[in-house]
């Protein structure tokens, strides 16, 4: 009697069990696309929420989600603060240090709204999130994937949310 090598017979059985879950599944491997900046856009852009704001702030997202490293640096607001004067949101840089002090310093001197979202997962992408707390607080942009300031992460700051913050249109 021969013998079948143990990988043939595993490869066999997981294309057969990938082939069943594939019809089983809503998602369809042969019909798969990419998600078109247009689309993106209508999904998470600025009508997301039925909140309308400027369409700059996804840009200041991907400006943010482009150069964010993989631990923080403690530089939270230095990052947010290049992000949106990039992506052209804002025209000049703000000049407050800490950045639980970027709550105020948005919403009175570079017109941003401060939403009634509560729920950092809800926040549309590309809004301003900002924390309180102990220290100098922290800050970070809503993306499509998670979170972004000086790193990125796919869950929000555990610090008391002060506000999400958007600039109108």
Known sequence: MSRIPLFLIFSILSTSFVSAQESESLYRYPVKTELSTKRAFSLFGPKAAHIKYDSRMIRAAEI????????????????????????????????????????????????????????????????VLVYGGKGAGHVEIRTSEGFVSDFKSITPSPRPLIGVFVKPS
């Open 64 to 127: 943010a989600q482009n150069r964010a490293r993989a631990h923080s640096t403690r530089r939270c607001w230095s990052y947010v603060k290049t992000a949106l004067v990039q992506a052209d949101v804002i025209g000049t840089r703000p000049v407050t240090g800490y950045a639980k002090q970027a709550a105020q310093e948005l919403a009175e001197d570079f017109g941003f709204k401060k939403t009634n979202i509560i729920d950092p997962f809800k926040a549309p992408v590309g809004s």
